[in-house]
């Protein structure tokens, strides 16, 4: 479960880096006996890319559009260049986005 309204986390990379994230938190939490943290996916967002058209980019567990065609086309641009991929090895950054509580999709 992502939250307490029923909704279950799908095969997607924005559910794979939360949950990844957490899953490895909490597998140090439990070898050094420190608790637990919640997992949750508080923002869920779908991006799909459509070719020369753009794409279309929803939001909510019900696929509300917020943007479409080309708009959307660069959101998704950014999402796979940015949003999703690894940071630089730097140790400062690299640590901030191992905290479970680091968001993904701003």
């Known amino acids: 479960p992502t939250d307490d309204e029923g909704n279950y986390n799908v095969m997607s990379c924005q559910h794979a880096m939360s949950l990844g994230r957490v ?4 597998a140090a939490a439990e070898i050094l006996g420190l608790p637990l943290h919640p997992y949750s996916q ?3 967002v779908t991006c799909l890319d459509l070719g020369k058209w753009g794409a279309v980019y929803t ?4 696929h509300q559009v917020m943007y479409q065609g080309m708009e959307a086309k660069k959101i998704k641009q950014e999402i796979n260049t ?3 991929y690894p940071p ?7 640590f901030s986005v191992a905290n479970p509580d ?3 999709v701003p």
């Open 23 to 26: 899953a490895g938190h909490n």
């Open 42 to 44: 508080p923002k869920y």
């Open 59 to 62: 939001e909510g567990w019900d």
């Open 82 to 84: 940015q949003w999703i």
């Open 88 to 94: 630089e090895p730097d140790r400062e950054k690299m």
């Open 102 to 104: 680091y968001i993904i």
